[in-house]
Structure formats: C-alpha cells, structure tokens
C-alpha cells in the first residue's frame, strides 16, 4: 500500500499538452477515481504513475519517495489496461502467472497466490482458455486476477468497465469496489463515466483538457463544484446553465433574474432539475417557458421546457406531473442552491461570506 | 442468387486459370516424347511413365518394348540448381527474418529521430524496379568477385526482401495490441518482450514474412540469370532455363517445372492459415 503524490505533472506530445500542472494526493488505502471526458488526459497521468510514460516535467511520489525515474516494474504497481488487454496467445492461467514471473517467488508461493486470487474471483473454468474465448466481463475479472495477484502497492485501472454492457458494468462496479476495500490497496481508477465516479470513488479528481479542475469526495464534487466545468459534467439529467450578466447586485438570464452579490460582468448560473419547481404564475420572479418533452424514469419524470430557442431547462417532476407538448408554465428556483459561475467558468460566491 | 452466380463464375475462371497450366505441365511430364508429337495429343497419358523424373536427375529409364529414354544434358545443372535454390532460399529466409522482424517493429512501435524519413527511404526502395539495380550489381560484382558466388545472389535477394517484408511487418505490428506496457509492468525489458511475448504472438506475421522471403528467393530469375548462371553456382529457375538450348526435350522440361513449383505449394499449402490470419495495413496509415 502507497501513499502517491503528483507534483506540478506536465506531459507534452510534441505541441500537445496532454497534462499541465497536476498536482495531487492519494491517502494510503484510497480510492480515488480520475473522471473526465475522453481526451483530457486520464489515461496519460495513470500512465505516469505507473511509470508507463515519463513526465515532460515534475515529480511522482511513492510513500514520500522520488519515484518519477523509477521503471514500471520497480514502482509495485498492477494495472489493468483499458479493454482489459491481456496477452493474446496465452490462456488466462499463463496471463496471470507472468505477473509473477519476475516476483523471486518459489513455485509453492506462486501456486497459492494463483490459488487464491481465482478463489477470490470465482475464475477458477476459465483459467484454460484464451482471451479471445473469454466474454468480455470474463476478461475484465482475469485481468483483475493479473493485476492483484502482485499483491502491489498500488492498483491502476484505466476504464475497466467501459467497453462491458450496462448491465454487466452494474454489477462488475461494485464488486470493484468491494474487492478494493477488502484488500485495502491504494487504487486509481480512471473513467469518463460520472456514475461509475460517483458510485466507486471515495475521492473524485475532475480532469479536463489535461487539467485538474476540482479533487473532492463524490458529494463535494456534486454539491459543491469548484468550476463550470465540474458543474455541467456531473449529474444526470445535468445541470441547468442559464447564461447571463450580473448587473448592480443581480443576475439576469433569459427572463429570470435573482440577487445576487458578485461582480459585474458575464456570468453563468447553474441550478439542478431537482432545485427547480413549476409555480403558478403569481409568484415574483417566475420564469415564463415552453413545455418540449416530458421523459418518464418511472420513480420521476424529467421535464424538459424551452426558455427561449437556444435555452433548454430541466426540471424533476413527480411521475403524476402531466403536461402538453408547447403548454405555457412557469418556473421558481431555488436561490438558496443556486450556483453561479464567472467569465472563466470559476465559482462565484452568491452571498458574501459571512464574517464569524 | 445472383451473386452466387457470380460467385461460381469468378471461381471457374479462377480455378481455370491457375489450374491449367499445372494440368498441362503434368500431361507433359508423364507422356514420352513420342507421345507428345503425336497428334492429336492425348488430354491425359494414357500410361503415365515417370521417364522424365528419371531423365532430370540423370537417370536413364527403360520404357515398354526396350526403348530407353535418356539421361538428360541438363542434369548436372538440375540437381545442382536445386541444391543451391534450397541454400540460397533458405539462407535469405533466415537473414531477412533476423533483419526485417527488429526492424519492423521498431518503426512500427518505437519513436526516434528521423523516423519518417527512414519509413520513406524503405518505402522507395520497395517501389524501385529491381531490373533497375541489375547492370550496376552486375559490374560491381565482377568488381569485388561476387559474380558468380551463391553469397553474391543470397545479398541481392536481401536488397529486394528486406525492404518489402519490413515494409508488410510494419503495418503487421502496428496492429498487434500494445501488450508491451503489460510486459513492462509484469517486469520485462524491451528486448525480452519482444523476444519472449510479441514474437510469439506475432506468430502469423513472422511465418508469413519467412515464406515470402524464401519464395522470392526461390522464384527469382532475372538476377540469377545474369550474375550466377552458367558457373558452379546456379539456382533452379536458371538451370530449367537452360533447355532452351539444347535439343527439345519437352518431358524433361515440363518435370523440372514441376520440380520447382512443389516446394513453393508445400510453403503455401501449410501456411495458408496464417496468411488470413494476418490482417495487413498499410504502414503509411
Ligand atoms: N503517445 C501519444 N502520442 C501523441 N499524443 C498522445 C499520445 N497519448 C495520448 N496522446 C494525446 O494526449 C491527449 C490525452 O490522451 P489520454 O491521456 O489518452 O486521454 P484520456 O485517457 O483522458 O482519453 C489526447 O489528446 C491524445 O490524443
Ligand atoms: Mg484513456
């Protein structure tokens, strides 16, 4: 088990900058999940920490230890690769075997941490064949066996989940995470999948175009984002984003307007479906929209209205709500869970801080 | 339906193509010489006699009503072409393996310097017409006394082979998956995982690039003819070539033919499920 810390982590191919300045701490025994749309970098910076991919500049840090030179091998780390590569042409006993072949254990060692990684993970039928035989849940589990059966100090997974189907990325999630906590081994799982984030992580990392944006636990992250960026990425249905000014203490959008103290200039506000009510039109300050679609999830319904032609909202309903195609309603928010975003997509705080 | 009408056609002509050729040279092969000037020919020997299998290696054979049919002249050139063929082949089949399998595989997995235009420098050697090079190899063999050496023929043919088996190799190993970085973490080198894990895998690809280099060591004429014939040192293409010189001896002829194609069929025959294994691309993406 590790203690990992990432040091001002740049990593430039050619002119692209894939990761700029990241900087961040895993606790030892953590969990934490890099989300991110594809692109921004996870897989790169998984890649520096396992020693795969060699910083353009800064620094990687095992238990206080200068690692950043060290090779992949010597770091102790296990991975599974995205799509749970494994090696081809051999049978998934083989696979995981050589995960032990440079490990200096005797035969004996070696068979009882086989033996116990495939107890662990009920691969026992499979062991003999060849990947291509396998489904693709049965990979990931033998890849998993691969990966843990190092006993490393770190487990590194790079979208393990993603190319499984729903039903299957259900189930494989939280056996993810219940394996992580009985081993108890620093782990570092990238996805781009915000449920899979929220649902394993202990700690979430938001990266985008190759930056940190916001590092918290899943409810910090959702109730709390540091960034337009954070805000708009995590939840579902997302976020609401009216675009807007503030002028002389208020925040004006699309025929919406609520007091606010920040600065003036371009600014975003963010409201959740859920912080949002259909009013009746007496109530000051209601917004006037176009119903466009209702969408049944059966404990709810999300209905969508059009504020103006650019401007979609969403809106929670209890499953009983009805409602006609192009009907007139009105909307209120919630001040109180209001978010408001600045020109550079940064928080604004909506109230002065309180003194005290 | 209509497409397996096409389907059909396409075979026929396919089969027909390749087939009747073989057909013929075997008709040839199996008839005397009396036979063959016969005419009408028959379209299948009636009693196949092996005379010709004889005659190529030197042999005389003594046919029905004590006719006897000849070693032939060539034979010494047969039996010698073939031995040197096998050499030469099998020579240039390992050397090019030993050169083009590192080689493409670091153009197809590694970045370093210059790389492009390194690619291009190959791709160019591949696009060269070989019949190109003939004259200048030619002087500068009589030169440095390669003519006429087995060692000069086995260098020539790696000027053709390298280039284009690196060339397939390339776009082979870019699509192999990147098992390396498991390699890596699992505590292997670079040398030793490509030795130990992506050769193995790579299994299709490396039986392929051997066949084409020995099959085009094997086939080729042109620089044979010129820089190695008529001296001790002589391939089978050019020793089969040679009939043309002396008295017609169509049967003999038509068996040294024969001769020469089973090696390539054998190769081809046990290597063709790795020939459709391998999904090429194109290297230049
Ligand atoms: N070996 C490489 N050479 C050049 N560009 C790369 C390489 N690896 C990744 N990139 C680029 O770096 C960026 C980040 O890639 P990656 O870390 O794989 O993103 P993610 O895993 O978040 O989808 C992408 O724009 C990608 O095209
Ligand atoms: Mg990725």
């Not at chain 1, 984002?225 to 976020?239: K, N, Q, S």
Request: charged share 15%.
């Amino acid at each position: 088990m590790a203690r990992i810390e990432l040091q001002q982590l740049h990593k430039t191919f050619g002119s692209l900058a894939a990761v700029q300045e990241l900087g961040l701490e895993i606790a030892e025994g953590e969990f934490l999940v890099l989300l991110g749309p594809s692109g921004c970098g996870k897989t790169t910076t998984l890649n520096m920490i396992a020693g795969l991919e060699a910083p353009t500049s800064g620094r990687v840090l095992f238990d206080g230890r200068d690692v950043t030179k060290v090779l992949a091998y010597h770091r102790n780390v296990a991975m599974v690769f995205q799509s749970s590569l494994l090696y081809p042409h051999l049978s998934a006993r083989r696979n995981i075997e050589t995960s032990l072949r440079h490990s200096g254990l005797g035969r004996a060692d070696r068979d009882r941490r086989i033996a116990d990684v495939v107890r662990m993970l009920e691969i026992d039928p499979l062991l003999d064949k060849l990947p291509s035989q396998l489904s693709g849940g049965e990979r990931q589990r033998v890849a998993t066996a691969k990966a843990i059966v190092r006993e490393p100090a770190a487990f590194l997974l790079d979208e393990p989940l993603s190319a499984l189907d729903a039903a299957l990325r259900l189930s494989l999630r939280s056996e993810i995470a219940n394996l992580q906590k009985r081993l108890g081994t620093t782990t570092v799982l990238v996805t781009h999948d915000q449920i899979e984030a929220m649902t394993m992580g202990d700690r979430i990392a938001v990266m985008s175009n190759g930056r940190l944006e916001q590092i918290g636990t899943p409810d910090q992250i959702y109730n709390d984002p540091a960034t337009l960026f954070v805000a708009g990425f995590l939840g579902a249905p997302p976020m609401n984003l009216i675009a807007g000014e503030v002028e002389a203490g208020c925040f004006r959008g699309i025929g919406f307007s609520l007091p606010v103290t920040a600065p003036t200039g371009p600014a975003t506000l963010g409201v959740r479906p859920q912080d949002v009510r259909v009013v009746a039109s007496e109530v000051q300050g209601a917004l006037v929209a176009r119903v466009f679609a209702l969408e049944h999830l059966g404990r709810e319904s999300v209905l969508i209205v059009e504020a103006d032609k650019s401007t979609k909202l969403r809106v929670l309903v209890p499953p009983s709500f009805g409602a006609r195609v192009g009907e007139r309603l009105f909307l209120a928010a919630d001040p109180e869970r209001c978010l408001l975003f600045g020109a550079e997509g940064m928080r604004l705080p909506l109230h002065p801080a309180v003194p005290g | 339906m209509k497409r397996t009408g096409f389907l059909a056609v396409a075979l026929v002509v396919a089969l027909f193509w390749s087939l009747v050729p073989i057909y013929w040279f075997c008709r040839m092969a199996f008839l005397t010489p009396l036979e063959i000037q016969h005419y009408p020919w028959p379209l299948i020997p009636h009693a196949p006699n092996p005379a010709a299998f004889y005659n190529i290696f030197g042999f005389r054979y003594v046919l029905s009503g004590n006719l006897v049919s000849p070693a032939s002249g060539q034979a010494a050139q047969i039996i010698r072409g073939l031995k040197d063929s096998f050499l030469v082949s099998l020579i240039v089949m390992v050397v090019t393996l030993a050169i083009t399998l590192p080689l493409a595989y670091m153009f197809a997995r590694m970045e370093f310097r210059y790389k492009n235009s390194l690619l291009f420098a190959i791709l160019f050697a591949v696009a060269l017409p070989p019949v190109s090079t003939l004259i200048p190899f030619y002087a500068m063999y009589v030169r440095l006394g390669l003519a006429g050496t087995l060692s000069g023929l086995v260098i020539v043919d790696l000027t053709l082979t390298v280039p284009f088996v690196t060339w397939m190799l390339i776009g082979y190993f870019r699509n192999l998956p990147p098992i390396e970085r498991l390699a890596w973490m699992d505590g292997y080198g670079r040398l030793a995982a490509f030795v130990r894990l992506v050769l193995p895998l790579a299994r299709s690809g490396v039986a392929v690039a051997a066949v084409i280099a020995f099959l085009f060591a094997w086939n080729e004429f042109t620089y044979a003819l010129v820089l190695v014939n008529g001296t001790t040192a002589n391939t089978l293409p050019t020793a089969v070539s040679g009939f043309l010189h002396q008295y017609p001896e169509p049967g003999n002829l038509a068996a040294s033919v024969l001769i020469t194609i089973v090696p390539p069929a054998l190769v081809a025959y046990f290597l063709q499920r790795h020939v459709s294994e391998m999904n090429l691309v194109d290297p230049v993406r």
